[in-house]
Each structure stands twice: as C-alpha cells, then as structure tokens.
C-alpha cells in the first residue's frame, strides 16, 4: 500500500493530487506543523532522517523529495502517464521544470521568507533597523532579482505552453504547482496572469479538489 507522509500546508499536497491524476489508492498519515516553530515533528523522522515531508512509503521502498516520488509515482503506476517519452522535447521540458522547481526556484523564495520573518520578529527598535538594512541588502542585491528573473521567465513559458511539458498535464505541473500557488496566494497574479491562469486550471480539475479535500490544511489553494 503506498502511504503519503503528510505534513500540513506544505509541498506533499502535489503528491496527493498527483495520486489522484493516477487513480491509485493509498492512505495518508497526517504530520502537524509545530505551531509556535512551524517545524515537522520528529515522529517523521523515524519514516526518513531528513524528517521533511513529503516522503512516500510503498511496502518496503521509502522515497522522500518531491520530484524523486513524482518521478517514482510515474515510472512504477503511470502506465505511460504523466512522463513524456523518453528523446521528445516534451520529456527534455518535464525534466527540466521538475528541477527547476526545487533547485532554482525554491531557494531565493524560502530566502524571502526568511527575511519576512527576521524583519517582523526584530526587537528592539535599533535591531529591527539593523536587520532591516541587511534584509534589504541582500534581497536587493541577490535574491529580489532572481526571484523577479525566475517568475518572468515562468510566465513567459507559461504565454506559449499549455503545461510545463507542453500540451499534456506531467510531472512537471505537480512539481511547479507548490512555488506557484504559494507566489499567486501572495498576489502575484495580477502581475504574472499566465502563472494566476496556470493555479486556476489546477485548482479546477477534479483530482485537485479530491486531494485538497483529503489533504486537510493547506492555505495556497
Ligand atoms: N526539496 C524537498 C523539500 C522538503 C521540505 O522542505 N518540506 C517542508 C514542507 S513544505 C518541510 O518538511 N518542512 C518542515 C521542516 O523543515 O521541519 C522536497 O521537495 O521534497
């Protein structure tokens, strides 16, 4: 039986949407978020030692990292579905957004994070201008620009292609739809229409909403 370790308003929703696309039955064991850290307990620990989530079980196999469980999830189930084929240009674009998403763009929105939080939690006074001005500087000098070159970059592609890999919904889309849905719930589809089009159409399909509804707590949706 696959089992999804699933943590609270984080990344492994795609899973559970992606299992849907599949039609396949597996079970959730649900994981909180600390509430004062927003951390995962330790207990996910004991599935893998990283304690991230998502991580997937199926019998003996353990597999954690988003895009190693879809890719799992589509070579094991997908008959076919959800991977393009091997030297098409669809399967060159799959592979590309599927790391795209964690190992480009992932990194300087977590950074932004990070300084939110530093900028809001300084005290006192003469901290917060401190930690202020170096948030600035390193947002402004690094981070802002590539979050900005990364977003024009997806909503360019996004003028011209109906999913990631083109004209069929893969694996790609499940990776991409995390960073997405986190950046339009913070506005950015009034800037960014074709990424704003892009979590609607997701958000719309049916598997979507079964999992939204399985998944519990999730606020991007
Ligand atoms: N690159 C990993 C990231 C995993 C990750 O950081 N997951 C977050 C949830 S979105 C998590 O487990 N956070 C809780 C913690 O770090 O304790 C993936 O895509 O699976």
């Known amino acids: 039986m696959i089992t999804v370790h699933h943590l609270n308003n984080s990344r492994s929703q795609r899973i559970l949407w992606m299992l849907e696309e599949l039609e396949l039955d597996y079970e959730i064991k649900h994981y909180q978020r600390d509430a004062v850290t927003n951390l995962a307990p330790s207990t996910l620990k004991l599935i893998h030692p990283l304690g991230k989530s998502p991580v997937l079980t199926d019998g003996d196999i353990t597999v954690a990292e988003s895009g190693a469980i879809i890719e799992y999830l589509a070579t094991t189930y997908g008959n ?9 240009e669809a399967q060159r674009q799959c592979s590309y957004w599927l790391h795209f998403a ?3 763009l992932m990194p300087p929105m977590v ?3 990070v300084f939110d939080k530093v900028r809001a939690n300084a005290k006192p006074f003469f901290v917060k201008i401190i930690a202020n001005k170096i948030a600035d500087k390193v947002m402004g000098g690094y981070f802002g620009p ?5 977003m024009q970059f997806i909503e360019a592609h996004l003028g011209h292609n109906a999913w990631f890999a083109g004209d069929e919904l893969s694996g790609a889309d499940f990776q991409m739809s995390f960073p997405l849905e986190a950046a339009v719930a ?6 960014y229409p074709n990424i704003g089009a892009f979590v609607k159409k997701v958000h719309s399909r049916p598997a979507y909403k079964k ?3 399985k998944g519990g707590q999730y606020d991007y949706a």
Do not use: V, Y
Not at 80 to 88: D, I, M, N, V, Y
Not at 146 to 150: D, F, G, M, S, V
């Open 111 to 113: 950074a932004k994070l």
């Open 211 to 213: 999992a939204l509804s």
């Open 146 to 150: 590539n979050i900005l070159a990364n």
């Open 186 to 191: 913070k506005g950015a589809a009034m800037q």
């Open 80 to 88: 076919g579905r959800l991977l393009p084929k091997a030297g098409t």
């Open 102 to 104: 964690e190992g480009s």
